[in-house]
């Protein structure tokens, strides 16, 4: 299975995906930081494809490039301070401690796991061909408890989003507008 | 009769005017094109004969030279390469291939469609179209393209000049990543991945991104209202699109395209038949994301004069006509392809080269994009977002519910052939007819109600004869 | 909860699709609904009025079909209507009757123009639109047929027409009245059985009857809102007492009641034209008059049903053989007058359609 195509695709993938996480930090403009920060989206789905995650890879890029991404940009757009730089922040301390304490998490995940299941024969064993029903029936089986209270809290937010976009039942003098 | 005219000479008044100054410029027959038209006929008559004693005998069957499925060649060449080098080398050499095979599919489309467009168009419009560059105005795209890209690119002031010039290269990724997973043939496929429904769905939303990008860097508001009905339209329509799909891989229990075209093939049924309120509402919501009349709200000319690529000159603009040109086409594949049948028509599929089949299906979808755009006016982004979430929304998701329950019927049913998809089929045409009636009753809609016509007063008169007028109607 | 966005001003024109012309619309507006509209116009003035003092009488003649430009006959014939009051020269009514076809000729063709027009507006693209011109290309050739000129025709003259139409001209006018029922039922068939047009045109640009007279609008405008004012019937001119003819009166004043009115107007238009053409006595179509006609002193003020409203010209004469003041009354500018009215509150798209239905011509509102 490491054929020479995953590894180089895998090292471009993670040059890109690193490169723009970087770039995130050093542009000064925040629109452009929102950019780079798609694009490392966009790394971590192809990334996803080498480890034959196809289906995490396409709902990434749904959900991630697709969906996230829009709602950043709107996020920015109604900013009101969208043109004030990227490196003016207040929250520079606390920020750097939680990527540090992030950065530990993720480094002690790294060295507990147990890679020999990923390597060689054990990986040559696996069967990746069926990603999509295996994911259908993990949620439905051993994880049908937090797939529905998903459900839930998503049916709640589109409750929510109705209810405050919701338009004012009262005539448009009695608010104070123009109609 | 003469006319008095200021000075002494008078002159015979012209008693009437040149009628006919539009002159039709006849060409000359062509005698060669007569004769090299009998040959193409004849030699056409003949190769098919022998096409068709090959394809009887079954010698063409899975050879390399089976023109029918371009995949088999590909396929056996990647068998051939992986027995001398390493795996990476047949990958990349087929991965090449089908990147060209793309690539120059999408480009001769963006030569041809454009030419094809406005000759149609110009059929539904009375007038004749381009027909000036080349034989029947066919290098016209060619002489549009070198315009083009020889006008200058002119970026705004205030405008975000990185920002600027990314959407346009960007628009341009899904339109090639979204061919990737079209079923030519059974075996002629890019990447026939087994989430190929979700992939539609993902690439598809990734040019959302790009025009609301390209409309907010313009800096103009025009562009910018563009850019935000884009992206108010698009997440609505994403939806409806979502359920009209979900229904079809409910039914056909896979979310490969391969697999849903073989479905229908082993069926011999089409989900146009099976699920026709879904194959509306792919239909619908494929214009709306596709910025096509009657949905081309986010481009408007008459009000927002070209939406979020108003600022854009150039080739800049052209890239994005051209991506609108190719998602059009790309949608009348999917729509084949998930509705339709794909590369199959009945059994056909054993003469005719699927991927000729397919064609043929997209063709007939583009017809009727065009169609559409040459007929129909504009909604108002009001009146489409209800249309989204009043009428497609509800009425799909019931829709689904119904189809998923037949579905589970369909797997546990123990009856041979055609029987329960005929009686699905029954049912959820009907039921379709129905909720759509229903529904847009419970909206408010009248249908059958005549539009009023004027009033035919015989005297004129002011506001009283108005307000008798108003108490008559 | 309440979302404040600031408002922001959008400039529509001078340069738009679907300004017609070089006419600006300062726009404040709150995401896409318009909470102000600043009209601006004069892209276009050329000055005509003051140029008119410094040529003669038969000279201004050509400026007033290149005033409002899509109905040129109609301001011809309003112009010389008032010189001949001012001058008090007979028209031979052969003349009379050439005036109301061809006004009426002219009429159809700008209905097409501002039908179709308004579709475009509403998104149809083009297609209706190019549909209306092939029966306005039409009468354009008849025009031509007739004095050379398609749309800047100067035909009217003071005394009568300029010239007798040639006989081609009858079967093909006949062939044409012939077909247009048809082809009003064909564009019915297309536009009013369309959902999309009835959802886009009706309820936009409501005008009440009262509102209309309180405006001054006149022509289709004010006949959709529901008023029966045409000045063919209430102040006949030319021979329009002895044609018999309906005005089509709306029922809400929107802009589909626009759009019908001037549909049945073209079928009315029709039919005044069928009993001109079979009246028409045989005569003289048009008496000389001296080159530099020399107007007694005095004021006159002649008005005509044109395709848009009440076109008046006010002529003033001093004796001399230019007119010491030269006046229209523009009705295209006096509709547009009330877009505000329609358009505030409105969406963008509402107001385009709105703005379509008043159905300007800049070249007439600039002059």
């Given at each position: 299975m490491e054929s020479l195509g995953i590894i180089a695709g895998f090292w471009i993938l993670s040059g890109v995906t690193v490169g723009a996480s970087l770039a995130v930090f050093a542009v000064r403009n925040l629109l452009h930081a929102v950019v780079f920060l798609i694009l490392a989206f966009v790394g971590m789905a192809g990334l996803f494809i080498t480890l034959s995650a196809d289906f995490l890879a396409v709902a990434q890029l749904l959900i991630y490039a697709g969906a996230i991404s829009v709602l950043l940009v709107f996020a920015v757009m109604l900013t009101p301070m969208a043109n004030r730089d990227n490196a003016n922040s207040l929250y520079m301390l606390p920020g750097g401690a939680f990527a540090l304490a992030f950065a530990t998490i993720v480094a002690f995940v790294a060295i507990e796991v147990d890679w020999s299941q990923l390597r060689g024969d054990a990986l040559n064993g696996r069967n990746f061909s069926t990603t999509v029903g295996d994911v259908g029936q993990a949620l439905l089986g051993p994880h049908v408890l937090a797939f529905e209270i998903a459900s839930v809290l998503l049916l709640a937010a589109l409750v929510g989003a109705i209810v405050l976009v919701h338009e004012d039942e009262r005539a448009p003098e009695d608010r104070g507008e123009a109609a | 009769m003469r006319l008095r005219l200021p000075f002494d000479t008078q002159i015979d008044a012209p008693s009437r005017f040149p009628t006919g100054i539009r002159q039709v410029i006849t060409r000359p027959s062509l005698p060669g094109l007569k004769l090299a038209l009998a040959v193409m006929t004849v030699f056409g008559l003949v190769s098919n004969v022998a096409i068709g004693v090959l394809v009887a005998s079954g010698a063409l069957d899975g050879e390399w030279y089976d023109f029918r499925d371009l995949g088999i060649a590909v396929g056996q060449l990647r068998e051939g390469l992986d027995d001398r080098f390493d795996p990476a080398v047949s990958y990349i050499v087929t991965m090449l291939i089908g990147g060209i095979g793309i690539l120059s599919l999408i480009g001769g489309l963006l030569i041809i469609l454009p030419w094809v467009e406005r000759r149609l168009l110009a059929r539904f419009q009375i007038r004749r179209g381009p027909n000036r560059v080349g034989p029947f105005g066919l290098l016209q795209p060619l002489a549009d393209a070198f315009k083009l890209m020889q006008k200058e690119t002119i970026v705004p002031r205030g405008a975000d000049r990185f920002i600027y010039f990314l959407p346009p290269v960007i628009v341009f990724i899904p339109l090639m990543l979204v061919w990737?997973?079209?079923?030519?043939?059974?075996?002629?496929?890019y990447v026939d991945t087994n989430v190929g429904v979700l992939y539609l769905i993902a690439v598809g939303s990734l040019a959302t991104l790009a025009i609301f990008l390209a409309g907010w860097s313009s800096n103009n508001h025009y562009a910018l209202l563009g850019a935000m009905r884009t992206v108010a339209m698009m997440i609505s329509y994403e939806i409806p699109l979502s359920i009209s799909l979900l229904a079809v891989v409910l039914m056909s229990g896979t979310m490969q395209l391969s697999g849903i075209v073989e479905w229908q093939a082993a069926h011999n049924t089409w989900f146009a038949f099976l699920m026709p309120f879904g194959l509306f509402t792919f239909f619908f919501s494929s214009t709306a994301e596709l910025n096509r009349t009657p949905n081309d709200i986010a481009e408007a000319e008459s009000e927002i004069v070209a939406g979020f690529h108003t600022e854009y000159s150039g080739m800049k603009a052209g890239l994005y006509l051209a991506v609108e040109l190719g998602h059009a086409v790309a949608t009348g594949a999917f729509v084949s392809t998930l509705f339709l049948g794909g590369w199959s028509l009945f059994g056909l599929e054993e003469w005719i080269p699927p991927y000729m089949i397919l064609a043929g299906k997209i063709s007939l979808i583009y017809f009727v994009l065009v169609w559409l755009r040459s007929t129909l006016p504009r909604f108002r982004l009001d009146q489409l977002m209800a249309f989204a979430w009043k009428f497609l929304i509800p009425l799909s998701i019931i829709y689904v519910l119904v189809v998923s329950l037949e579905a589970s019927i369909f797997a546990r049913w123990d009856v041979e052939g055609l029987i329960p998809l005929v009686i699905f089929a029954v049912v959820n045409t009907a039921l379709a007819w129905f909720l759509i009636r229903r529904w847009a009753a419970v909206m408010g809609y009248r249908p059958g109600v005549e539009p009023t016509r004027p009033l035919m007063a015989t005297g004129v008169g002011g506001l009283r004869a108005a307000r008798q007028l108003r108490g008559d109607a | 909860m309440t979302t404040a966005t600031d408002p922001y001003v959008l400039n529509i024109g001078p340069q738009h699709p679907s300004t017609h012309g070089v006419f600006r619309l300062r726009v404040v507006m709150d995401g896409e609904r318009i909470q102000d509209v600043e009209m601006i116009v004069g892209y276009l003035h050329r000055s005509m009025e003051k140029l008119a003092e410094e040529r003669t009488f038969t000279q201004n003649i050509p400026f007033t079909d290149r005033a409002d430009y899509l109905a040129g006959m109609s301001n011809n014939l309003g112009y010389v209507l008032a010189a001949e009051l001012l001058s008090g020269v007979e028209v031979p009514e052969r003349a009379q009757y050439l005036r109301v076809i061809f006004a009426e000729l002219q009429r159809i063709a700008s209905h097409a123009m501002s039908n179709g027009q308004l579709v475009s507006d509403a998104g149809a693209w083009q297609t209706p639109l190019l549909y209306m011109w092939r029966e306005r290309e039409k009468i354009l050739d008849l025009f031509e047929m007739t004095c050379g000129a398609r749309l800047t025709t100067n035909y009217m003259r003071i005394g009568g027409v300029a010239f007798d139409p040639p006989p081609e001209f009858y079967p093909a006018v006949n062939q044409l009245l012939e077909e247009l029922p048809e082809r009003i039922e064909e564009y019915h068939r297309l536009l009013i059985d369309n959902e999309i047009f009835l959802a886009r045109t009706q309820g936009v640009g409501t005008i009440t009857a009262e509102d209309a007279i309180n405006g001054s609008l006149t022509g289709p405008m004010l006949r959709a809102s529901g008023v029966p004012w045409d000045l063919r019937k209430a102040e006949p001119y030319c021979v329009y007492d002895r044609m018999e003819f309906d005005i089509p009166v709306g029922r809400h004043g929107d802009a589909y009641d626009r759009f019908m009115v001037r549909m049945e107007e073209v079928k009315q238009s029709v039919r005044i034209i069928r009993q001109a053409l079979d009246e028409m006595p045989v005569g003289a179509h048009k008496t000389d008059i001296p080159l530099a006609l020399r107007p007694a002193p005095g004021e006159a003020y002649a008005r005509v049903e044109g395709p848009r409203g009440e076109l008046g010209f006010y002529v003033v004469s001093d004796g001399g053989p230019a007119p010491y003041r030269f006046h229209v009354r523009p009705p295209s500018l006096i509709n547009l007058s009330l877009l505000r009215e329609m358009a505030i509150g409105a969406s963008l798209p509402d107001a385009v359609v709105a703005l379509g239905s008043i159905d300007i011509v800049v070249g007439e509102i600039d002059r």
């Open positions: - | 990737g997973i079209v079923p030519w043939a059974p075996r002629m496929v | -």
